[in-house]
Every structure is written in structure tokens, then in C-alpha cells.
């Protein structure tokens, strides 16, 4: 395996490493989290996880497991011994899964539009995407724009500035290929599956931050909270307005809930 990383701010500051979502380049993490970080003092570790290029595609199927391993080489390579996490989506998983098998590792977590019991959308449209990959066709030019935008607001998607401005900026991305597509669906679509996992959030005891979305359909804020419950000491904070895309759409008030939670700063409600 090549994982391809980056890391910015003052190389004595403390580590914090984020976790990518599915499909996500880390490149995505400059709206507005690696800035705030890095302002706040902090050293940042953004990376690709396994499946999305420049980091290598192994043949699929890939595991929670398996990029959690990845997420510990990179931290071993980087002699970072405790860090601060932060996951997106199937990054939350990762950085989760991290934190329950090396507690010793991680000093504070942040579980954005990601710490949940599955959802029935959740594993009908990752079923589908899984089974998409599987037939490996040639994909529409826009199927990634719309495959992205489903997850705004109703509202939004029924303004067509908003909708414009999505496609010119995702509208002309390549499609997304495989081994890498499959893989990490293959992963989520495990992940959704397992019940066993919620399990271990009582286990969970280091300071643990769930950031839930409003519109979110993939992490609802109810299930989100209900899983915060279970997790001891955990802080619940959503941010309204947000859809499961809010990490992007709602970046700045994102990274300052993130970087106030690392720094000990006063959390919304």
C-alpha cells in the first residue's frame, strides 16, 4: 500500500489527523478545517485513503479494518504517537473504529455525519452503489455531480443557481473507478451492515465529539444523539441547515466547532 498525505502548520504543534469520507480527496479538507487547525496551533495530517488516487487502488473488497490499519501506518511512519482524529462519514468509522482498538492513540475524537446504527437509506443506496460498481459499465459524464447532490436539502435542490453552481464545479469530474469504487463500498455497505459495532461505544474514553447535520439522511441528528448517549462523556452538536454534505457546505462553522472541541473552547448547544 501507498498512502499519499500531507502536512501542514508548525511542526511542533500537537497532531491532528483527518479522515476522509467516501471517496473524498484530502484536498477537500482546505474548506475551511486544515486552515482553522492550522491557526488554532495545530499540526495537520490530511490523506487518501485507500481507493482514491494518488494512494493506491488494491483489488477490492476493502475494510473499515483494513484503512484503519492504513490510518496507523501513516501515524507510525509519521513518529506521531497520541493525536487528536477527526473523521468524515466513512472517515468517522475509521477514526471510531481507531479509537476503540487503539484507545492508548488517540486523545480526543470528532465523529462528523458519521456515528450512527445504520439507516434503511443508508444501506438501500450504498446496496446500490455497491452493486453499480460491481457491474463496472461506463458511467453518465454527470453521474458524479448528481450522485453528490442528492444529498443537499430538498429545498436547495429545487433552486436552479444552486444546483448550476454544484455542476460547474463537480459536473465535469471523471468518474470514479475501479478497484477503488468497489472497494470502498464494499467497506461501507459492511459497515452498515453490523449491528455487533454499536457495542463498543460504551468502551469509548477519551474525550468524543458527534457533529450531526440537521438534513443529514445518511446520520440523522436523532441517531446521532442516541449514539452519543451511549458513548460516556460524549458531546452531541448539529449544525443547522447542514445536509450530510455540510462538512463542505457549511465548512468554517464545521472547522470552528471542531478546532473550539481540540482547544477546550465553548461548544453550541
Request: proline share 8%; glycine share 8%.
Amino acid at each position: 500500500m501507498t498512502i499519499a498525505y500531507d502536512v501542514f502548520g508548525p511542526p511542533a504543534g500537537d497532531p491532528v489527523v483527518l479522515v476522509c469520507g467516501l471517496s473524498q480527496p484530502a484536498g477537500a479538507w482546505q474548506l475551511g478545517m486544515v486552515p482553522a487547525l492550522t491557526a488554532a496551533g495545530y499540526r495537520v495530517v490530511t490523506f487518501d485513503n485507500r481507493g482514491v488516487a494518488p494512494s493506491s487502488s488494491p483489488p477490492a473488497p476493502y475494510t473499515v479494518d483494513e484503512m484503519v490499519d492504513d490510518t496507523i501506518g501513516l501515524m507510525d511512519h509519521l513518529g506521531l504517537g497520541t493525536v487528536r482524529i477527526a473523521g468524515y462519514s466513512m472517515g468517522g468509522w475509521i477514526a471510531e473504529t481507531l479509537a476503540f482498538r487503539h484507545p492508548e492513540r488517540v486523545e480526543a475524537a470528532v465523529f462528523i455525519g458519521s456515528c450512527n446504527l445504520g439507516t434503511s437509506w443508508e444501506k438501500a443506496i450504498t446496496t446500490v452503489e455497491r452493486d453499480l460498481a460491481r457491474i463496472d459499465a461506463e458511467l453518465p459524464p454527470l453521474f458524479n455531480a448528481v450522485e453528490t447532490m442528492r444529498y443537499l436539502p430538498n429545498h436547495e435542490l429545487q433552486n436552479d443557481e444552486t444546483v448550476d453552481l454544484w455542476l460547474s464545479l463537480i459536473g465535469d469530474l471523471e468518474p470514479w473507478a475501479n478497484p477503488g469504487r468497489l472497494g470502498q463500498y464494499e467497506a461501507a455497505l459492511t459497515w452498515s451492515l453490523d449491528l455487533e459495532r454499536t457495542e463498543r461505544w460504551p468502551s469509548l474514553s477519551m474525550p468524543c465529539l458527534v457533529l450531526a447535520f440537521e438534513h443529514d439522511v445518511d446520520s440523522p441528528p436523532a441517531r446521532a444523539g442516541a449514539a452519543a448517549a451511549m458513548i460516556p462523556g460524549a458531546r452531541i452538536v448539529e449544525v443547522a441547515g447542514a445536509s450530510h454534505l455540510g462538512v463542505f457546505t457549511h465548512s468554517e462553522e464545521v472547522a470552528s466547532i471542531v478546532t473550539d472541541f481540540f482547544t477546550g473552547g465553548p461548544l453550541a448547544p
